[in-house]
């Protein structure tokens, strides 16, 4: 079956970059989408369709999917202590939703 | 704006079937290019897809489930439902429901990403 992988964790400070990877075989010929979850609460979706952002969502929130590539990657610019958050991606492959097994973003 | 409810038993034992439903309110659940998603999340571990079910009736299960599972669909009541047979205590967990946007873009690659979740419900397998 298909799988996607995250790291565990990443740590950035308050103002620097965050760069969370998801990599998954021919990942590139597929669609990736990202979710936020706060503790205690729902994911939400911050990307789909590889880099689109839903209303709301702040443009900070960036991400992309390389067409031939097996990784796609969700950027946080100037990260702030209220994006400390488990990020997972999703990809659908063919009759199935895949996610990562999720990365705990820590703002310090 | 489409909201989902899950409801059902939050302690079930174990050898038992646990079984949940989800009401969709705001928009109707054969509408739209949907797939209506079951997806689950044990303590501090990161969430699982279980299956879904188109408004067809057709349906989809993750492979890790799929001997056990049974996703079902109301359209007159604009629920769907999710049965979960044998279970043990591995399968204590927050249970979502949640609804899946699915298109093709560009008419090549399919995008499914989930746009609206319920506020999850905690199932606990016990005696």
């Known amino acids: 079956s298909y799988e996607l992988t995250q790291p565990p964790s990443v740590s950035v400070s308050p103002g620097q970059t965050a760069t969370i990877t998801c990599s998954g075989e021919?990942?590139?010929?597929?669609?990736a989408c990202w979710y936020q979850q706060k503790p205690g609460q729902s994911p939400v979706v911050v990307i789909y369709?590889?880099?689109?952002?839903p209303s709301g969502i702040p443009e900070r929130f960036s991400a992309s999917n390389s067409v031939n590539g097996d990784t796609a990657t969700l950027t946080i610019s100037e990260t702030q202590t209220m994006d400390e958050a488990d990020y997972y991606c999703?990809?659908?492959?063919?009759?199935?939703?895949?996610f990562g097994g999720g990365t705990k973003l820590t703002v310090l | 704006q489409v909201q989902l409810q899950e409801s059902g038993p939050g302690l079930v034992e174990p050898s038992q079937t646990l079984s949940l439903t989800c009401t969709v309110s705001?928009?109707?659940?054969?509408?739209?290019?949907?797939?209506w998603s079951w997806i689950r999340q044990p303590a501090g571990k990161g969430l699982d897809w279980i299956g879904h079910?188109?408004?067809?009736?057709?349906?989809s299960y993750n492979p890790s489930f799929q001997s056990r599972v049974t996703i079902s669909v109301d359209t007159s009541n604009n629920q769907f439902s999710l049965k979960v047979s044998s279970v043990t205590a591995a399968d204590t967990a927050v249970y979502y429901c949640?609804?899946?946007?699915?298109?093709?873009?560009?008419?090549?690659?399919?995008?499914?990403?989930?746009?609206?979740w319920g506020q999850g419900t905690l199932v606990t397998v016990s005696s």
């Open positions: 079910i188109y408004p067809s009736g057709s349906s």
């Open positions: 369709q590889d880099n689109k952002r």
């Open positions: 949640a609804r899946n946007h699915h298109e093709r873009p560009y008419g090549g690659a399919y995008s499914n990403y989930v746009d609206s």
């Open positions: 705001g928009g109707s659940i054969s509408s739209g290019n949907y797939y």
């Open positions: 999703q990809a659908w492959d063919g009759s199935t939703v895949v």
């Open positions: 021919k990942l590139g010929a597929k669609f």
